[in-house]
């Protein structure tokens, strides 16, 4: 074994990266940090050339954090500001100070629309699909009720993948949906797109979520692992651990007894 640093030298070896990268990103006690995070873990034990470079690789094709991470913080597509009407000359007698006053507001409306997509794009992401890209489709995970506890840190966020077919607008495209889509309208923002970044590794599996028209999908409660009550200054509410369905047991939620009796009464009948 070799050190550098203090810390254990990896060779050349592919594979070896590979295990290290793996256990670091996708076990149970590491939960897919992102890629600031792994390589602060990482570097504390091992070192090779390129080490951050390939972490940063890792990451990003990781299929499930595609699926559950936001990729940026800015908002996706530049600003598309109406544009401004020309005036309509169909009298030629018409006053010469009116037909003034028009072009100095016509002139004024067309400086404050260019100042305020200047402005707004320096906050905005400029980002373009080509026809035949995959991409993700963005879906709200929707329960309807108040969270005492933890929220769930892979739960889906975008769902697919999805090809693109075409390009309807500077900021909206066609997507090629399944047949149990038919009654969502398959054109979308650019802001509800994420790219796929295709990787040899990934197995995507069947969506088994029922998506709504609104693109939210209702979560359903499988069993209630836990009862306790919470104390606050003047009352007592009792609470809940319930497991839902397409998460695990560590993913439970403390949810209202009250709500979760009035919302799933079949989940109390014993």
Not at 62 to 87: F, M, N, R, S, T
Not at 155 to 160: A, L, N
């Amino acid at each position: 074994m070799l050190l550098y640093q203090g810390r254990i030298y990896i060779p050349n070896d592919v594979d070896l990266k590979q295990i290290i990268l793996q256990e670091a990103h996708d076990s149970p006690f590491s939960m897919h940090p992102g890629e600031t995070k792994m390589y602060r873990t990482v570097k504390e034990h091992y070192w090779w050339r390129g080490m951050k470079k390939d972490i940063t690789k890792f990451v990003a094709k990781c299929l499930i954090c595609q699926q559950v991470k936001a990729e940026h913080q800015v908002l996706v597509g530049l600003l598309q500001p109406l544009p401004i009407l020309e005036w309509k000359r169909e009298r030629i007698t018409m006053d010469f100070m009116i037909e003034e006053k028009i072009r100095i507001i016509r002139d004024r409306l067309k400086a404050a629309s260019k100042w305020q997509k200047s402005y707004v794009d320096l906050k905005r992401q400029d980002i373009e699909y080509n026809v035949g890209d995959n991409v993700f489709l963005k879906v709200f995970p929707w329960k309807k009720i108040m969270r005492f506890g933890r929220k769930e840190k892979l739960s889906p966020c975008f769902i697919g993948s999805y090809e693109i077919l075409g390009r309807v607008s500077p900021l909206a495209y066609r997507l090629a949906l399944p047949l149990e889509f038919d009654r969502i309208h398959n054109v979308f923002y650019v802001s509800m797109l994420r790219r796929y970044r295709l990787d040899p590794s990934h197995i995507l599996p069947l969506q088994s979520i029922e998506v709504s028209p609104g693109l939210a999908y209702d979560e359903k409660p499988m069993a209630i692992l836990a009862k306790e009550t919470k104390q606050l200054r003047n009352k007592q509410i009792p609470l809940v651990r319930v497991l839902w369905r397409n998460h695990s047991k560590e993913e439970a939620t403390w949810e209202r007894e009250e709500d979760m009796r009035r919302q799933h009464p079949y989940m109390f009948r014993d």
